[in-house]
């Protein structure tokens, strides 16, 4: 059964989504550099940082790209066994940093604040290149995260469109945190937005799956767990919104529900616990004129 792809609304939404969450977490990296610049008198420095920053945004577009425009030059089983992999690739990757930030986030400003004590000795082209890795370490997982969310959904470029959009947004949040205009609740929002992740991850999991067992690299692919086709309207506009935001489709697999069920039910238990040991950041937290850290829920 071949299913529509998700509506465009549905794919900006969910891209879009994702973009604020990474785009506010890289934002965060940002600023804690930059308020120590700040705050060292360094200002002249600042140029540096955004020349690594915009280097590391041109890695990103460049992978994104690569990838995506790949799989149209290849058969079509080639694309579905590159998609379907570059798909359990962004699992693998984004399950690593969300559990990762979960336990590092209590120190990695300080973190920053020492790489880039120790950059400003080497000089200009040292503080962009930790500037570099710190944005592109984060850009890295966003860009296989939008291999694999657009690959899954529909394989054209609003994915990336809503991405760029939630990144603006988050640009923009940052900005109005960088100047004490509003505050904001880290550890809520990076808990929130971090299960919001989790489950758009188990989605692109299910859809890596189904697409190997397309290529014949996985069996069972005419195994379906349920088929609920005839009573889900795929079409329909809460059809779309989940199939754009979660991938969810009415004919899984065995192999699909079993994998989303075991993904979700570990990988959520292990970050609840991880976040639940953790003492909530309170709003005034948050960043004033200059932020001291984001150590609250990046």
Do not use: C
């Not at 944005?135 to 890295?140: A, L």
């Not at 004490?180 to 880290?186: P, S, W, Y």
């Amino acid at each position: 059964m071949i299913l529509a792809s998700p509506s465009i609304p549905a794919q900006l939404f969910g891209s879009g989504l994702i973009g604020v969450r990474e785009g506010l977490e890289t934002g965060i990296v940002v600023m804690v550099l930059i308020a120590f610049l700040v705050k060292s008198d360094r200002r002249d420095a600042v140029k540096w940082i955004w020349l690594g920053v915009a280097g590391a945004v041109a890695m990103v577009v460049a992978i994104f790209l690569i990838i995506h425009f790949g799989t149209s030059t290849v058969s079509t089983l080639t694309a579905e066994l590159i998609a379907g992999l570059a798909s359990l690739l962004a699992v693998a990757i984004v399950t690593f940093m969300v559990l990762w930030m979960s336990k590092a986030s209590a120190h990695i400003s300080s973190d920053l604040k020492a790489g880039m004590s120790t950059a400003l000795l080497s000089g200009g082209w040292a503080v962009a290149g930790m500037a570099f890795l710190a944005v592109g370490r984060e850009g890295f997982e966003t860009a296989l995260l939008m291999v694999g969310y657009a690959e899954s959904v529909s394989g054209g470029l609003w994915p990336l469109l809503g991405l760029l959009l939630g990144v603006l947004v988050a640009i923009g949040v940052t900005v109005l945190l960088y100047r004490g205009a509003v505050h904001l609740n880290f550890h809520e929002f990076f808990l929130y937005t971090g299960i919001f992740l989790i489950f758009v991850a188990a989605g692109i999991l299910g859809y890596g799956v189904h697409a190997l067992q397309t290529v014949g690299w996985l069996p069972g692919g005419a195994n379906l767990a349920f088929d609920i086709s005839a009573h889900y309207d795929q079409s329909s506009w809460y059809g779309t919104l989940v199939a754009g935001i979660f991938n969810f489709r009415p004919d899984p697999t065995v192999a699909q529900v079993v994998a989303w069920t075991l993904y979700v039910v570990v990988v959520l238990t292990l970050f609840l616990r991880a976040n639940r040991i953790r003492p909530a950041a309170r709003p005034s937290d948050a960043p004033s004129q200059t932020p001291a850290t984001p150590d609250a829920g990046i």
